[in-house]
């Protein structure tokens, strides 16, 4: 065996594991340490705003053929929401609004549509569930 040999090394770093703490020899320091001035941490940075222009969400859903989409488009320095139900819709415009309110629009918007979609799923399921159990009542397989 070489003095590189990978078993060697594996070999070496069980054996320091297994050592008890008292057999265990303290890396060597150095004599004279150097010394380092100490800087804060930088200062958080508000995050970059985000563009409304293009700002786009979509609703939840299996199909896209009835998926909403919420898009922020910007024409004349207002900003307007365009909300469509597919993708050859007519899109419903909003507006005019700020950049801050037509955001605000498209997030509302997504967060009503998911809240209401898991509230019909879970509906749904519990109808399911509750279905199936009155058919195994009355003995139907």
Request: aromatic share 4%; glycine share 6%; with cysteine.
């Amino acid at each position: 065996m070489t003095q590189s040999d990978p078993t060697d090394n594996a070999l070496a770093t069980i054996a320091s594991i297994l050592d008890p703490p008292e057999n265990r020899r303290e890396p060597e320091k150095p004599a004279v340490a150097e010394q380092m001035p100490v800087v804060p941490p930088p200062l958080p940075t508000s995050p970059p705003p985000i563009e409304a222009h293009g700002y786009c969400k979509f609703g939840p859903g299996p199909m896209t053929a009835i998926r909403f989409k919420w898009t922020v488009r910007l024409d004349n320095g207002d900003y307007y929401v365009d909300e469509t139900i597919g993708e050859n819709s007519t899109p419903i415009v909003t507006g005019p609004m700020s950049r801050e309110a037509a955001i605000q629009m498209v997030d509302d918007r997504e967060s009503d549509a998911r809240r209401r979609f898991a509230q019909l799923k879970s509906e749904m399921t519990g109808r399911s569930a509750a279905g199936n159990l009155a058919r195994k009542e009355s003995g139907e397989a």
